[in-house]
């Protein structure tokens, strides 16, 4: 579970970067109110699955994943251009992330989860 929260959280930095790219200074309503919504919904994400998943870790795979989830809308929508180079670099980004994911976690210094709640295997 803290996995999916924390991939949902990477979705929500793309979405408020990319408003914040629209909001011009914040002084174009809608985009602004986006990304204040959008940043909140990220950033509580995030303080959840650091809870559950160590704190180097989960603050790599959001702002990997927040940056390349950014930079794939921009070029989808036009706003930056498209590359062999840039797509191997996420493609980079993106392998680094799942690599994140699938080394297991040995630290002693880990902490355990939360009484009465399983440890996150998602």
Do not use: H, Q
Not at 17 to 29: I, W
Not at 56 to 85: F, K
Request: aromatic share 8%; proline share 6%; glycine share 10%.
């Amino acid at each position: 579970m803290a996995w999916t929260v924390l991939l949902v959280s990477a979705l929500f930095e793309a979405v408020w970067a990319t408003a914040l790219g629209r909001s011009n200074g914040f002084t174009e309503l809608w985009p602004t109110v986006e990304d204040a919504v959008a940043l909140v919904i990220s950033m509580v994400g995030l303080g959840w699955a650091m809870k559950r998943i160590p704190i180097g870790t989960a603050y790599a795979v959001w702002t990997g994943l927040g940056a390349a989830l950014t930079v794939a809308c921009a070029m989808a929508t036009g706003d930056e251009a498209v590359s062999a180079a840039k797509l191997v670099f996420l493609a980079m980004i993106i392998g680094a992330v799942v690599g994140l994911k699938l080394v297991p976690n040995e630290s002693a210094g880990t902490p355990l989860p939360p009484a009465g709640e399983a440890p996150d295997r998602d």
